[in-house]
């Protein structure tokens, strides 16, 4: 959809749809959280199918736990509880699945009418003369879009009454030892718990041990094969491309088509903002980082900066090959700390980021945690807004754009007079 | 460790600090919405060396003080303003200067406080009254700003909020008005990095500032 009009529409058009993710995130899980909405992404490419719907699971889940543990966390068994006791545990996997792919399709269904809400500002915004259709296209969406988030609001519910959603819930122990769809922040989803397959019954759906089967071969492929890489990322990026307008929100004058490897990001960013301090990491070495962080004054014990030469230095450990950064920390110091993390080690979409003082240290100091401080707070979820502007606005060069937009605060408290009126209104 | 700004009351000319005033400020910590959290208390106690010959007094420094917070048990600091210096030492060095009998105790002062919270901001309000008796001396303001602790860093948030602070206890038209001198750190040696070191020495200008004031009225 390519629509010519003036700046000023435009901005305020995103503004709009800015605002209505916004709304939709408060509507439709109150209470629960929703601090990442990448899900969008896979809904726009495919279908909601099956086959997508697990795939769909797999990232409402994934969005849905505000992930502390380690990627490896051991599956806690949901509890026989509610209406559901009565019913064997295999069926509860069943139907939970079963509910999981009814979410998928009202999210994608809400995603359309999202799009048909969109379509109707644009047409108003172009030709204002058009008079009442525009507005009867906008009451009959936002009543399709009332229906659908109420229907996913009490699907919601009963996924946390059945223990699917719910942390607290899942820690109690089940009578039959049979667990709910596991799902490991990195996306994958065990289907069945290895008891469940020693007892004998019918293990995992093909398709989920085919999907698994596939990511580990591709993982692992892209670890020890790079240079075979080639075909399979440009098949990725091509899905991902959409037909949004035409916007370069960076600087003219930089040569950006360049920065399309992760060490060609970090050392841009470097030379631009000289006194930030960029580390990288693997999932497992960043939680190891967390619990031990120190202010900032203590930092000259670790080597970081970043160092041109094609691999990123890891803390006092060693390089880590650009294919198996999964988190980047950005330091400004006595500033904040942002922590970035990414799909999945070594590819450059950022999937969470969070910002914290730059004296906080604990397990909670990860991309999807949240920090003690209201500011901080603050601009966490600033931050997950603007991220999923990036990755659908300028996918080609999101993780620049976000790592520049997360520079910006680095005047955070020289000139930050709308924090403190913030604060002090709470 | 969290940036604070120590304020002194100032009570115009022929008034006192008294009670009423103490109240008011309470409340105007309450209409920003802070909550009450708990009681924070330090004390101060100036030191005389213990000399027979009492004319060799003014070799030794006039205001040799110690400080203690209640919040950090084990550790006690002396500061010597005169020569700018601060040290920060266990809390047994007490034990020690009992059994030297080297200083006296001359004036020991309380400062106990009520912290109230809001947002990331902590608002202490401190009497400050001698040790044994129960009148109010003076009163002080201590803001922390959590998130950072760098004292450059966060030089405009605090005046920022001093200055609202500030107005609003005006708007309440007590007998006087809150002073905030800023003691300069790195006569002391210290570092931009906030540390409790940084609060003694903010807690002895503050009470200095107190003591010359009452002087002056006097």
Redesign the interface.
Known sequence: MVIDFNTHQKNWCWQAVLDLWALMVLWAFTGAGWPNLSCTKVLTETEPTFFTGVQMQTQMQQTQHQATAAPFSTSTPPPSSGGSASEAPPKQVAQAMDKLGQAGRIIADIRIGADRLLEALFVAAAQPHQGNKPLQLFVKEDACMRQYLQDLRSLGKELEESGVLSESVRSRKDFWGLHMPLVCPDGAVVAYAWKRQLAGQAGASAVDRTRLALKAFTDQKRRFFPHLDDGLEGSESASKKRCGSEEIAVDPKEEISFLKTLPDVLKSLEKEVPNLKILTFERLDWLKRAVTLTSSTNESFLEHNYHGSGKLRLGSVGTVAAEKVAVIELLVPSVFRAVISFHHAGSMDPDAVAFFSPDESGSYVHARGFSVHHVFKHITEYAATALQYFLGNQTETCLYSLLHWICSYETLFSKSCRFILQLLEL | ?PIRCILHWQPNQGTVVNSQVLNEISQCVET??GVKEGRCKASLTFYRPNLRDQSVTIDFPRDFLGISMLELPNKYFFIIRGQKIVLEADSSILLIMEKLQSYKSKVALNFEGVLYK????QIRVIKVVPNQAESLRGIMVEIEY?????I???K??ME??ID?WKEIVAKKSLAGQFMHAEPNYAEYGLG??YTSQHTAVQYAAALAQLIQSAQVRN
Do not use: R
Not at chain 2, 118 to 121: A, E, P, T, Y
């Open positions: 460790m920003l919405n809001l947002g990331d901001f959590l998130p950072i602790s760098s450059e860093k966060s405009q948030i920022e909020f609202i931009d990095n």
